[in-house]
Every structure is written in C-alpha cells, then in structure tokens.
C-alpha cells in the first residue's frame, strides 16, 4: 500500500503519447483511490491537435471507477490505450499495436553499513524510464524523501542526483552526516500502473559511549562491606561491558571466585578486603572504533594494624641501633615514635626517625635510629598509628649490652646475653628469626685475634 502522498503526486505525473508527426502531451491522473471528475481543456498543439482531458468513462461501472476518456483531435482514446471512438486523421493504425517497454531494475540495491557522522549513498538503477519517474523513500518512516529531480523531504542531509550519461540512468539518494534515526529500509519505485519496487537496507554504526550520569564514580567503603559498580554504555550494535582492574591483577569477585576479567554491565564483590583496594576498568566495545574506557576508583577503610618484627632488641654500648615497624592503614595514618608514656620523638642528635610508603600503598615502614646507645637508652619504645577508622600501638623494649673486660691478654669473650651469634663479626640480637636485626661493631673496638 502506497503512502498517501504518494499516492497525489503519482497523480501529476507528466506522459507522452506519439502518434504519427504530432506530439499531444496530456496531463493523465492515475485512476489511483477511484475515478476522477471533470475535464480538463490543455489547449492546442502546435499541429492544430486539440487535447482534452474529458473525464470519467460513462462505459465503467459506479459512474467513474475504471479509466479516463481522452480526445485527440478525432479519436477518443480511454487510459488504458482502447480507441472509444473516431481515429486519428493521416495515421497509420499500426500505430496503435506498438508496443512500449515498461521501465526495469537492472540492479539491487545494495545494502549499506556506515558509521554515524559518514556521508552515504544508495543507487538505484533503471533502463527503459521513458517518461516514468523514480522516487525513494524511508520505508519505516512512511516518508517520500525525493521524486525524480526533486527533493520532498525538508531534511537538508538529504539530495538526490542521476547519471544522465549511464545507459540504465542510476539515480542516487545521497544522506549527509548520517543519524543513528537514518537507519532502515529505502525503497525506490518506479511510477508504473502497478508500481515496481525495490528495497535496500542502511545499516547505522554508532561507536560505544559510556554514560557517566548512569556509571558508578570513585567509592570508599568499609572493610568487610559488599560492593556493586555499575557500567552503563550506549551504541549500535550493544556495547559488550568488561571490567578489569587497572594494575592487570586478578578480582576476587568472592573468596571461592576469582577471575581475571568480568563481563556485565554491573560487577559485584562480596566482603571487599583491602586486597581488593585500587582502580578498576570499565571498558565498552562493540567492534565500532573507538574502544572506550572508564576508570572507577574503589578505597577501603580499615584502622591501623602493625606488625613488630622483633619486640626485644638488644644493642652494644657506642652503637647505633635501629628499631622498626610495619603499618597497614586506610585512610594513610599519622605515625610516630614514643618513649614509653613520653613525649613524641623527633629527629636530632639522638634520634633519626624514617618512613617510607610500601607497596600497596596502605602499608608504611617505619624506622627509629638511636645514635650512640647508651646506659640511659633501654627501656620501652612504643610506634603509634592513627586514622579516622582507629588507633593502634606496639611496644619494643631496648637493652643495652656492656663488652666484658678480662685479664691483660686481650682476650675478650661474651657474657651470656651475646649468645652464639657471632658471625664474622656480625652480630644479632633479639629472636632467632632469621630476619632479626643485625648489628656491625666497629672492627677497631675488637682486637685483632
């Protein structure tokens, strides 16, 4: 069924009829949704002819539902080509059994897939037009886009051309800056009795978007707590969602699920732990270029925790010795080194305090350096870590070991607090852990043996 506007300007279409020398050029209205009324006077052809359109044929039944009666001159012609009456003066009948080729596809269409924002074009081609007029439409949208040389549509994206040098006289519908809207099926027809169509589909890509309004941004949540992140991304065809985490290790979607990439628009963690802190992707793609990508921040909060390494040290008088501990907190903590219930200790002559930041980031070393240890140096050392989340502390306690003198020989030996530890002149003191701290004398202290 065509569109109704089709439907009217199919009713103005312009024929040409020959017989012998004169040329009559009529005005014919297609006998479309019923007869037509009335009659039309054309005036007169250059060779005296007088063509007259004269309205509804009385020999139809209903009073004008089947043809149209023409008067050329003598002849009364109806729209179906049958003489009604008279002839036509000096022409040879034979004249009236020619046979005229109806117009022809001699292509499809070819279906298109283009990018948003492209330029396209559709062709359609046709041989034996004669006087017919080819037009297109968007079939979906039941809209006539052009008719022959003429564009219909009031969209400015859209024009139309021909090859008029081409022997089957391809017509092209041309869309500028295409729309996501453009997609779907055009149809070009040929304005014969029973019209000739044919289809050709236009397929519009769009490239993945990531919409930011409808995305999860950067969270903080407690230890312990579940989690959800939300991706929501257009585009054509559906963007398929994965998310990663931005240093490549691996998401423990729970403690029996551990995967190194996730697809979905949402990734839920089940208990977040602090392993679990860091950035993660969102990545969209559709095979449309560009990929695209969102990077969505997760921090967890805990309070502070240390790990002490050792919690007795023992160091020779004259040395130095340094003390160390382990944080793990987030938000970072304020650290610092105490004498017992004392006040904060400070970098000076006595002390050297040290931090450093660890990997991951939630983790600080921290260090106390005291210089030259001495009789009134032992006791207890406390480091202390706080944030928003909580407080925590752990104690070190010192002692200071005194070289032993013996007789005059030189001869030096250790009391039972230096155990058998020596080695090559390195000495440990605290646990027996292998990582215990390790103290150097100074080799000019000891004599040589």
Not at 94 to 106: D, H, M, R
Not at 121 to 133: E, I, Q, T, W
Not at 354 to 380: C, F, Q, R, W
């Amino acid at each position: 069924m065509l569109p109704p506007s089709w439907l009217l300007i199919g009713a103005l279409l312009v024929l040409t009829a020959t017989a012998g020398e004169s040329t009559n050029k009529i005005i014919l209205p297609q006998i479309l949704n019923g007869g037509v009324s009335g009659g039309i006077a054309l005036g007169k052809h250059p060779s005296g002819s007088k063509t007259v359109v004269l309205g509804p044929n009385p020999n139809n039944a209903a009073g004008g539902g089947g043809g149209v009666l023409v008067s050329t001159g003598n002849t009364v012609v109806g729209s179906n080509g049958v003489i009604v009456s008279g002839g036509v003066a000096n022409a040879p009948t034979s004249n009236l059994n020619t046979v005229v080729e109806e117009p022809e596809f001699t292509e499809y269409i070819e279906n298109v897939t283009v990018p948003a924002g492209r330029n396209v074009k559709l062709g359609c081609s046709v041989k034996n037009l004669g006087s017919y007029k080819v037009a297109w439409m968007h079939f979906e949208q039941s809209a006539i886009l052009t008719v022959h040389n003429h564009v219909i549509t009031r969209n400015p994206r859209i024009s139309v051309t021909h090859d008029k040098h081409d022997r089957h006289r391809t017509w092209y519908l041309h869309i500028n800056n295409v729309h996501e809207e453009d997609r779907g099926r055009y149809m070009c027809q040929i304005n014969t009795v029973t019209a000739k169509t044919q289809f050709g589909y236009l397929n519009v890509v769009v490239p993945p978007n990531i919409d930011d309004s409808l995305s999860s941004s950067d969270v903080i949540v407690r230890e312990g707590a579940n989690i959800s992140l939300r991706c929501r991304a257009s585009g054509s065809p559906r963007p398929i969602i994965k998310w990663k985490r931005d240093d490549n290790s691996r998401i423990a979607i729970n403690k029996n699920h551990i995967v190194n990439e996730w697809e979905g628009d949402t990734l839920e963690i089940t208990r977040i732990s602090r392993l679990d802190m860091g950035a993660y992707l969102c990545i969209a793609s559709n095979g449309v270029p560009p990929t695209v990508s969102k990077r969505i921040k997760v921090s967890v909060d805990f309070p502070p925790m240390l790990l002490i390494p050792h919690q007795l040290v023992g160091a020779p008088e004259g040395f130095n010795v340094t003390i160390e501990c382990f944080t793990e907190a987030h938000p970072t903590s304020l650290n610092y080194w105490t004498r017992g219930e004392g006040p904060i200790i400070h970098d000076s002559h006595k002390y050297k305090v040290e931090a450093s930041v660890g990997l991951p980031a939630y983790k600080t070393h921290m260090k106390l350096t005291i210089i030259n240890v001495g009789s009134g140096d032992d006791g207890i050392y406390k480091c202390v870590a706080k944030n928003p989340r909580g407080e925590t502390d752990g104690i070190i306690r010192l002692y200071v070991s005194y070289p032993p003198t013996t007789a005059s020989t030189g001869i030096y030996s250790t009391d039972s607090h230096w155990g058998e530890n020596g080695i090559n002149g390195n000495y440990a003191y605290g646990g027996s852990d292998s990582t215990r701290s390790i103290y150097t004398p100074d080799k000019s202290f000891w004599p040589d043996k």
